[in-house]
């Protein structure tokens, strides 16, 4: 299979974590529910590939996610390759944490928004009682010794609200941070972030006491500039980037096809700009094309496309 052709790049982190959401984030936008047996494969697969961190799936309310309704199952087929600190899962509240906990979970993830537009849709409630219902998940996580990550959803722009103020996402930043988070992710839910707002975002987030060594960016690439973002932070310092396999999951915010970043895209530009990333690229494509003749339909990965065509 053909490899980048190598040129480090000046600006860049030497090593890059790459947080992989396809198994939750990505199936959780596929309409056809995929067997739990895939979905372990698909994990098994993903960590063979040389991912650090995987996050497996959801304990929401099934009657919300039904895609990860069987969440307990797909852990309980992995054993403990599926519940270690590298292998998080997305809790919103206590009774998801239980499960979590049930199942033998070493790492959870929360989800809040910078807008209350999103909140209400997302959550059913404002901001302020969202973070009201994760400090107990999390003040109980880390007491149990769980990794706790925190997502900020909408940092960089809302369909219903547009443009989203830096000092918004800052805010709700820095509340979900102080319940003791250990990472925190920014959402570009709906991918019309551009470069500019990047910096901007991360020196704010800096001022307020939250530095680029626990941040970690999530791009869509809606319109086209999830990499030209991400590379934005990489620049900045920020060395751990949420991807997907294969692209997976579109975005159900924008109606768009294209959702999250594609890891594959992502581990090109790394590997080709001489960032090492511990991942294998041909066993992760192989993973992804194996999984989109399960979906029925191609990866919209560019980097899948090229190279599965030889
Ligand atoms: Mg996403």
Redesign the pocket.
Known sequence: MRTPQVEQAAGLPERVTVYE?GAR?GLQNEATVVPATVKAELIRRLGAAGLPVVETTSFVNPAWVPQLADAAEVLALLGPEGTGRDRPVLVPNVRGLDRALESGCGAIAIFGSATETFAQRNLGRSIAESVAMFAPVVERALAADLWVRAYVSMCFGDPWEGDVAVGQVVDVARRLMDLGCHELSL?DTIGVATTGQVPALLDALDAAGIGREVVAV?F?DTYGQALANTFAALREGVATVDSSAGGL?GCPYAKSAT??LATEDLVWALHGAGVSTGIDLEALVATSTWLAERLGRPSPSRVVAALAAG
Do not use: P, R, S
């Open positions: 959401v984030d959402g999530h869509h999951g959702g999250n």
